[in-house]
């Protein structure tokens, strides 16, 4: 199975547990006392198990467990929905509750400095694990993403949620919408923030509780759910549940190069793929967005109740066989035209999307290749992330004539209904043969330069071309979001070596993240004297696409360089308030 299968099957176990109900008792009367009739504008919630007992895998060799305990938070009479923003990189991020009454929409701001990211709600729920003696041996607080893996919790609850899939990790993030459906639940396993414990073989009795603080703010009632726990040792090398490389699926897609990148690089140190941390077969705590061009930890998994081979199947088949992202939500067309577009090509007076960059992250030293053409230099690796602000998508699609290399390029505009009302030529897509890419690349989408101080240009990176992506939710605020993107990762983008046209889409809200471990995300400084500089990531450099503004393409990071050859160093300060090299 291919990396890019993987990843769609991925989001396929969504989409089928997404249509499945959690068998589970609901909280009838409001935590609070209030009527049925006082309690309709605001949620309702509740904290309840899935299953009085699970069963946690810890491999031999990778010991430790992920507490995914089939805890999860329903609303009922009205929806939690939450809008996470923050102004600037200089502002702190503010939560928002909205509560909708019919035709009427109030707002209640969360408690300033209760949210630090866009990562969910910290330390939501409490867990303390007992273990068969009656010791305490465990007290941890777990995060909540409010938009983690989710079921109907009764079958007249709206068909699909349409809060997204997951909560962004992208530390540039400026606005994100968390919420719970009204007749839905929402896992409070942590996923991506969560970290294994460590917990002998052995029976345990889990209470999970939500934090005193949320239950104030929200009316939660104090309701501790508790769930038998059964953490069993595996040795994978004996049989009994696979290698531990087969027990997760590959949120990063075929965006992520192999170590040392192949033959078609050298810069050894920055393509090692980091170990995967131990995990069940099946992951729902996020889908293959918000990881973006190559390799990132998956989240373990988040869907512990008896359905998972139900809702294996149930995914195949609504992810596959009828083109959803979810139980019954139709996903949008990407299929490139079947044609060349035909009549002159006009640029209307139609919404456009508006491109721009954040700062670049992830920011390392590779170390030295010890042989190939790359022996003996040093390189400044880095990840880089161009969205789509909109109000608009931007499309665009390839045309290969019979027997040529390169596919003529067409970016197209619609209007408000969605018809296509124009196109223009804008360049031209390549075949790249690299391992870890193996798909058509859009060339000139953006640049990536290493400024002196004085902003001066001291290096150019050799990537110049990209498959579109939607990797990253960087602002699902905006006008025209879109919250259940289709192409969010390679299995429905960007082609093949056969594919006579490609189309490539960035939705609005939406971001594309290459990261450093592949060909081309780094900068050679083995000559660079140390000092100051800036990463600059520069969408649209060749202004070919047709956008809003093309005054807001530009993001600078700034580094600073030391060491001697062989041994450099990189020092990140931090961005405003986003400390995250």
Known sequence: MTRSHQARLGRSVIAGAAAIAVTAG???????????????????LSLIAASASVTLDSYKEQPGVYLDLGTYLTAENAPLELKVTRKSYKDPVVATQIIRDGAKTR??????????DFTGLPGFVQITMINAAGKTVLNKAEDFCPNNASGRVRPDAPASSKYPESC??????????????????ANTYAGYSSTPVALPAGKY????SVAKRYRDLFGIADKPQTVKVTVREIDSEGGGGGAPAARHGSHAAGHSAPAGHGAASGHAGHGAVPPAAPAAPTSGAGPSYNVGHGPHTPAPPALPWAVKKAGLKAGARLGDAAGQTDGSRKAPAVKAAPKRPTGKATVPNVPKPDLRSLPAYGITISEPATEGPDKGKDFLAFSANVWNAGPAQLVVDGFRAPGKELMDAYQYFYDANGKQVGYTPTGTMEWDPRPGHEHWHFTD?????????????????GKEAFCLANTDAVDYTVKNANWHPYNTDLSTACGQQNSISVREVLDVGSGDTYTQDLPGQSFDITTLPNGTYYIQVLANPEKRLKETDLNNNSALRKIVLGGKKGARTVTVPAHDLVNAN
């Open 26 to 44: 609901i909280v009838a009367a409001a935590p609070d006392g209030r009527t049925a009739t006082a309690a309709q504008a605001t949620p309702q």
């Open 205 to 208: 009795t889990a209470k999970v």
């Open 168 to 185: 962004p990790v992208n530390p540039f993030t400026l606005g994100s919408v968390w919420g719970v459906e009204k007749g839905w639940a």
């Open 107 to 116: 707002t209640k701001t969360l408690p300033g400095g209760l949210v630090k």
């Open 445 to 461: 989408f953006a640049s990536y330069r290493l400024l002196k101080a004085d902003q001066k240009e001291a290096v150019r990176s």
